[in-house]
């Protein structure tokens, strides 16, 4: 009798804990913020606005720069941030507002733990007087 009740318990045991379930974990999407078309995409087209709509010979902007853009969780660009500081900088950085207010495309916002979050991109671009190269 001893042993029909250690069988019965053992099986039903072993029943309860092999039907058990773990929990599924919730997979998390994270991304980076990303422009329709790809960063260098969004390089040429800020280029192209920067050409037509800024008059470089008026600042002294020869060498690297960093732009520093954030995207915020709809997708616009909202603050951008630039290094070095140039002669005229408050006005340099204005025209280069006013060249990426230009892009009309909007971003693809950061995602974190699924949700849309603001993010920081950065690009840099190598300007000469003479023209400018897309590092």
């Known amino acids: 009798m001893k042993h029909l009740l250690l069988m019965i318990a053992l099986s039903f045991s072993t029943a309860y804990y092999s039907q058990t379930e773990t929990p599924q974990e919730k997979t998390l999407i994270n991304s980076k913020a990303e422009y329709p078309g790809g960063q260098e995409v969004f390089r040429n087209e800020f280029m192209r ?23 915020d969780k709809n997708g616009k660009m909202s603050e951008m941030k630039i290094h070095p500081k140039v002669k005229y900088d408050e006005e340099f950085k204005q025209d280069m507002n006013f060249a990426m207010k230009r892009l009309k495309k909007k971003w693809k916002p950061a995602i974190q733990n699924g949700v849309p979050v603001s993010s920081n991109i950065i690009f840099d671009i190598n300007f000469s007087s003479e023209h400018a190269d897309h590092d």
Request: proline share 0%.
């Open 49 to 71: 606005m920067v050409y037509a709509y800024v008059d470089l010979t008026a600042y002294a902007v020869n060498g690297k720069f960093s732009f520093i853009i954030t995207i």
